[in-house]
């Protein structure tokens, strides 16, 4: 019984730590530091995994650890830095909102997201139904960033919280078939995302408030 | 007798239809003649379509990750035909592309290669039989599309891809969190592993879920997959990958892969219903529905480019299937099968039309297009047909399929069908008024005429036999649907609940 609690209570201080580096990720104001951040980000989720596969003895989920810990650890990160030193944005981060407000709203969503997951898991064991909440507020957390966010690189870097959030979830779900082949799919998608920023030398988000870009693009006018 | 050689010849033909794809998509980036490419990319849809139509003959058995059912088979076969057409269509369209030297060789190599990849993942994703294996399929359907959409490399295209990666990834995201919610409120019931994934096994003990989970979880997927199909309001991605990309993509992103993300959300639907204890789908399928209509239908009055029109035009579509199976019944599902058949076949041909349209008139600018009846008739009136049709005039399908959808709207909720009845004559409206001014009147030059004449008459029969033959299956279908096929489409309601 000890060693379960102890299992519950190292997931959880895991789980919470992918979730401070979330909001870490919110007050970066400058690109290498967000980029940093992403990565300790993936190591704790990386940690998560493997201590999953060690208390659910599913051996298969190292392979979804190792996939964090070497691809966005160490690799993605890697060549963020790399892209933008090459696309010359890594002064300052561009916000929509500023630090304060998108924080308050940060913690808004994770108290939603406790609000809502641990009243209708009532049912569930204590690992899933907490686990559940912190891969939530991450996700959350990503998909705040990705609006408050200018430059297509800091909206990437939401993107790939957001999915850590998921795959946090995913490897807390006990006995989830598939998870490996999820992450996999994952990171192609976010392969493709970074050829895609440097292939196309993508520095803003399109949808940006910018009226010269309005007026070049709709050109829907007639 | 014949019936048993097809069995043998035809021996569970799911492997083919999903081996074909796939293995020939890596073989069609080696081809170096763009001609013998598209012609190849033709004949394995072909080949395709063969396969799926040995569906009906032998069913394959329910596997952990496969199965076919007589939900997804309709499916299966109508996508496997599209594909045919469109790759048909699509040898001709770039024939002409490439003679306007606007793709080059290598990038149309990268664009069959494609082409098969994306139809393996909507294949995948129809027949998959475990909610896993689906959001896979359906993330590989999202990567392979904005290849091809980004395909043009201008300004504009990169951007419209970057916009759809960017919210579709986002879309999919939300749905693979739906997806392990139900897996977790599946989980106690029917222990780790597989079967708390697949569909076959979920469906039969879906009553002892755990109900807040699912409806958790639905909102979720509701979301994710609803992101996919267009729904307003996250649909602002459409417009753009539509306009930006090929116009063949532009036929199966409307024709194919809305329908895959829509099926995505009806079989979690379906399971919700069973389990009776979750949230009704229903008023929320309604509610997103029908604001996708109406959204649609005034945004079709303020657009200037063609293709963005008919996009537009997509989005109002997949508001009433989703709106029809909101209602959910017989009837109203009934009518929304109907309309995902109509829809796909009759908008993938008014996107082959509006691409040699907007091909020779030089222009996708609607102001810029004048009288086509009278200076290419053959494709002014195949836009003419076109556009009545997906306005809903009878005695096309899409007219008895809308039909279906108020009348069964009016027998239940009265106060419903009246909005949805005043979107529909908005868009109606706003269509006509379009193809008005781009088919009659005094017609304007046709820069582009030289292009479309280069290529030999075989390649621009090519161009012209899908349309007529997805436009006749629409009118076969509105004027007299075959007995065998309204007792299936029936069976299938009945399942959709």
Redesign the interface.
């Known amino acids: 019984m000890n060693s379960t609690a102890f299992a519950y209570d190292a997931a959880h201080l895991i789980g919470a730590t992918v979730l401070m580096m979330g909001f870490g990720l919110l007050y970066q104001r400058r690109m290498a530091a967000v980029i940093r951040t992403y990565a300790m980000q993936a190591m704790a989720l990386a940690a998560a995994a493997a201590w999953q596969a060690h208390v659910q003895n599913a051996p298969h989920l190292y392979a979804t650890a190792a996939i964090a810990l070497l691809f966005k650890g160490i690799a993605v990160p890697a060549a963020l830095q790399w892209l933008v030193r090459k696309l010359g944005i890594h002064r300052t981060v561009e916000t929509a909102l500023g630090i304060g407000p998108t924080m308050t709203a940060g913690v808004g969503l994770v108290a939603l997201s406790i609000v809502l997951v641990l009243p209708v898991t009532t049912n569930a064991a204590a690992l899933t139904r907490e686990s559940l909440a912190l891969a939530m507020s991450v996700v959350l957390l990503g998909l705040l960033m990705m609006i408050t966010r200018r430059n297509a690189v800091t909206q990437v870097v939401g993107f790939m919280a957001l999915e850590n959030g998921l795959l946090l979830g995913a490897v807390g779900a006990k006995g989830m078939p598939l998870v490996v082949e999820i992450s996999i799919a994952f990171s192609v998608l976010v392969a493709m995302t970074l050829f895609g920023i440097f292939f196309f030398r993508i520095r803003e988000r399109f949808d940006s408030l910018d009226l010269a870009y309005l007026e070049s693009y709709r050109g829907d006018r007639q | 007798m014949m019936a048993s050689l097809a069995q043998d010849a035809f021996h569970d033909s799911l492997p083919w239809i999903l081996g074909l794809p796939l293995v020939s998509a890596p073989l069609l980036a080696l081809i170096p003649s763009w001609r013998v490419g598209a012609w190849s990319n033709a004949a394995v849809s072909a080949l395709t379509l063969l396969a799926s139509l040995g569906l009906f003959f032998v069913r394959p058995e329910a596997g952990m990750l496969l199965f076919i059912d007589d939900f997804n088979i309709y499916l299966v076969v109508l996508t496997c035909f599209v594909g045919f057409t469109t790759a048909v269509f699509s040898a001709a369209y770039i024939a002409r592309e490439s003679h306007a030297s606007r793709l080059k060789p290598l990038q149309l190599r990268f664009y069959h290669s494609m082409y098969q990849a994306f139809m393996f993942t909507m294949l995948l994703a129809l027949s998959a039989n ?1 909610i ?2 689906l ?2 399929a359906v ?2 359907a999202t ?1 392979t599309t ?1 290849m091809m959409v ?1 395909l043009y490399r201008t300004r ?1 295209a ?2 419209a ?3 759809y ?2 919210l579709c ?2 879309g999919i ?2 749905a ?2 739906g997806t ?2 139900i ?2 409120a599946a ?2 019931v029917m ?4 079967a ?2 697949a569909w076959s096994k979920m469906m039969l003990r879906a009553a002892e879920f ?1 109900p ?2 699912m ?2 979880g639905f909102v979720f997927l509701l979301v994710g997959y609803g992101t996919k199909t267009g729904l307003a309001p996250m649909h ?1 991605w459409l417009p753009d990958a539509h306009a930006e990309g090929p116009t063949p993509i532009s036929a199966v992103l409307s024709g194919l892969l809305l329908n895959v993300a829509l099926y995505a959300l009806l079989r979690f639907k379906m399971l919700i219903s069973a389990n009776g204890h979750a949230l009704a789908p229903g008023p929320l399928l309604i509610a997103l529905g029908g604001l996708s209509i109406f959204v649609a239908a005034f945004m079709l009055y ?4 063609i293709k ?1 029109l008919f996009a537009y035009s997509s989005i109002e579509h997949m508001g009433i299937m989703t709106f029809a199976f909101g209602m959910g019944g017989p009837l109203a599902n009934f009518a929304g099968l109907l309309h995902m058949a109509m829809h796909s076949l009759v908008k993938s041909a008014i996107f082959f039309t509006v691409g040699m349209i907007a091909q020779s008139a030089g222009t996708k ?3 810029d297009i004048r009288g086509l009846t009278a200076s290419r008739p053959l494709l002014g009136w195949a836009l003419v047909i076109g556009v009545l049709a997906i306005a809903g005039l009878p005695p096309m399908g899409v007219f008895m399929s809308e039909f279906l959808v108020i009348s069964s709207t009016f027998a239940r909720e009265p106060l419903l069908a009246i909005p949805v009845m005043l979107g529909l004559l908005v868009a109606f409206g706003a269509l006509i008024i379009k193809m008005q001014g781009m088919a009659f009147g005094e017609p304007s030059p046709l820069p582009g005429m030289e292009a479309m004449s280069a290529p030999g008459t075989g390649a621009r029969a090519a161009g012209y036999l899908p349309i007529f033959a997805h436009l006749s299956l629409a009118l076969v279908a509105g004027i007299m649907l075959p007995g065998p096929l309204v007792i299936w489409f029936q069976a299938v309601a009945k399942m959709l609940g």
Not at chain 2, 302 to 305: A, I, K, L, N, T
């Open positions: 475990n896993g294996v959001w896979v993330e590989g990567l904005v980004s504009a990169i951007e891809a970057w916009k990666f960017i990834s986002v995201g939300l693979l969190f392990l919610l897996y977790l989980q106690p222990s780790d592993g597989m708390a994934m755990q807040e989970l409806s958790l602002a303020r657009r200037g480019d963005r600018q609607i102001a």
